[in-house]
């Protein structure tokens, strides 16, 4: 016999009333009143622990291991992060150095003798091994080579003699011109830049 009194291999008797009567409806995880969630007071008191004046540049994790050397639990550090995110504040609490966008430089030329461009190009020489370098000096608005040399070497001096003596076929002014060049090492050296202002 079972408890209560039913022969063995029978069913249990169904308790009165339609099925499912007296029992509560069914209710989602996630909408189920957790007994060990935080209540409204607690959460309010970790958003004040971060907004303090001390807190307000450190990490959650920081926060959470400054309050419990001093003693104070107020949650986990990934309650820390749960409730700074459901409060939209989980993005970087440390003030970010601002860096305006960088602006490439540009040169233009509204007149021939305002903007120069020079570069010096490697050519093969008749030989093996063997090369010459052809320096170019060119009017951007023009388009106009208004000075060019050929050498057995690169060479800053050279360089600097070529713009020397354009500027002055050309009767460049004082600070007239703009003389551009790429960060080739004959082409960076100080030796050419003076060269524009001496008469």
């Known amino acids: 016999m079972r408890r209560g009194g039913t022969p063995p291999g029978q069913p249990l008797p169904s308790p009165p009333g339609p099925p499912g009567a ?20 607690e959460c309010q008191a970790i958003l004040d622990a971060c907004h303090s004046e001390r807190f307000v540049d450190l ?10 050397d001093e ?14 995110g459901e409060a939209g504040q989980s993005r970087e609490r440390r003030r970010q150095a601002t860096h305006p966008a960088k602006v490439k430089p540009e040169l233009v030329a509204g007149a ?13 020489g008749p030989a093996k091994w063997s090369y010459f370098y052809l320096y170019v000096i060119l009017d951007i608005f023009s388009r106009y080579v208004v000075g060019w040399m050929v050498a057995s070497r690169e060479s800053a001096a050279l ?16 600070d007239q011109l703009t003389l551009h060049a790429d960060r080739g090492s004959s082409m ?12």
């Open 71 to 84: 003693g104070v639990y107020l949650g986990s550090i990934s309650t820390f992060y749960r409730v700074l």
């Open 112 to 124: 021939p003798n305002q903007v120069y461009s020079w570069d010096i190009t490697r050519l093969a």
């Open 159 to 174: 360089a600097g003699v070529l713009v020397k003596q354009t500027c002055h076929k050309q009767r460049i002014g004082l």
């Open 188 to 199: 960076t050296p100080k030796p050419v830049a003076p060269q524009v202002s001496d008469p």
């Open 59 to 68: 990490s959650p994790t920081e926060v959470w291991a400054t309050l419990l």
């Open 22 to 41: 007296g029992l509560p409806a069914p209710v989602a995880a996630r909408d189920r009143a957790q007994p060990r969630a935080l209540s409204a007071a």
